[in-house]
């Protein structure tokens, strides 16, 4: 009877160590963002870019002209806006004033990952980091932008709503 019993005993020592956690599994966080919360469309409201905001009023006319359209003529992607598909975002801007491009619109479509809280835009050619990750309410985004051209505004962060 014994021998039944350190045998058993044996057995569920084995079962128990075999099912217990380690630090390597992976832990679902339920309040990260998700693909489908950045579904749909994103429309610029303000660049902080080197201390400086800029942005528009809810009218869609800018509150600081001159420094947008100064912004503008050197850095590419000063007013951007996103358009997010489970696979696919489309980027679009408008140029202003004498931006060597010229002024108008422009926009166009790549495949992104999200990893984390970063955005990885056409093979992390672009790459946003979600800023308000903690507390996103579905109704207003905070994208930093940590990797890009060195005519973009690297390290600007853009509210979007």
């Known amino acids: 009877m014994k021998k039944v019993a350190y045998f058993l005993t044996l057995i569920f020592a084995v079962a128990l160590l075999s099912t217990s956690c380690c630090k390597d599994d992976p832990i679902p966080d339920p309040d990260g963002i998700t693909v489908s919360d950045l579904d749909g469309v994103w429309t610029f409201q303000s660049l902080n ?33 996103f358009n997010f598909t489970s696979t696919s975002v489309t980027l679009s801007s408008t140029y202003l004033d004498e931006y060597v491009n010229g002024t108008g619109n422009w926009s166009n479509s790549y495949p992104y990952v999200l990893d984390g809280t970063l955005i990885k835009i056409d093979g992390n050619y672009l790459q946003f980091e979600i800023m308000n990750a903690d507390t996103f309410d579905g109704n207003q985004l905070l994208l930093k932008l940590n990797v890009g051209n060195t005519d973009m505004p690297i390290g600007g962060i853009y509210t979007l709503q």
């Open 49 to 81: 870019f080197v201390d400086v905001l800029h942005n528009t009023t809810v009218d869609g006319e800018y509150n600081t002209p001159t420094e947008l359209s100064a912004l503008n003529k050197f850095y590419d992607f000063v007013q951007l806006n």
